[in-house]
């Protein structure tokens, strides 16, 4: 049977294989939770601009809160980063947060910012700012 010797030695190829699939896998773990806590923002602020337009505005603000922990929205966005306004007959809600994110064996720090605005236009429709 000719089979491959095994001689012991260090593949140094698959350590940095194994190496840069481990700093792919930490910087995905990192960075795709806030991006994932965006796109639930963008549902938040949908729901709740409708239901401004539906009710009033009072209601959509003490429905913000509810929103916010039925879509399990981390605590370092609270109400208070949110703003509704109008302008004119738009109704507008804006939702700005930073979030900061630590790379991995090194002291260093990246600051992410979103920020969700729609708007309902003169005829309730809604728009992406």
């Not at 049977?1 to 001689?7: D, E, I, S, T, V």
């Not at 910087?27 to 963008?42: E, N, R, S």
């Not at 302008?87 to 969700?116: N, Q």
């Amino acid at each position: 049977m000719a089979g491959r010797l095994r001689h012991g030695r260090i593949d140094f190829v698959k350590i940095l294989m194994g190496a840069a699939f481990i700093a792919g896998a930490y910087l995905i773990w990192a960075f795709v939770p806030p991006y994932w806590t965006a796109k639930k923002m963008d549902e938040v602020v949908t729901v709740v601009l409708l239901d401004w337009r539906d009710r009033n505005l009072h209601k959509a603000e003490a429905n913000l809160p509810n929103e916010l922990d039925k879509r399990e929205i981390p605590m370092y966005i609270i109400e208070d980063d949110c703003e509704f306004w109008e302008e004119g007959k738009e109704k507008h809600l804006s939702c700005f947060w930073a979030v900061d994110v630590k790379y991995p064996l090194v002291d260093k720090r990246t600051t992410l910012e979103f920020e969700v605005h729609k708007y309902l236009d003169t005829n309730q429709n809604l728009h992406d700012w």
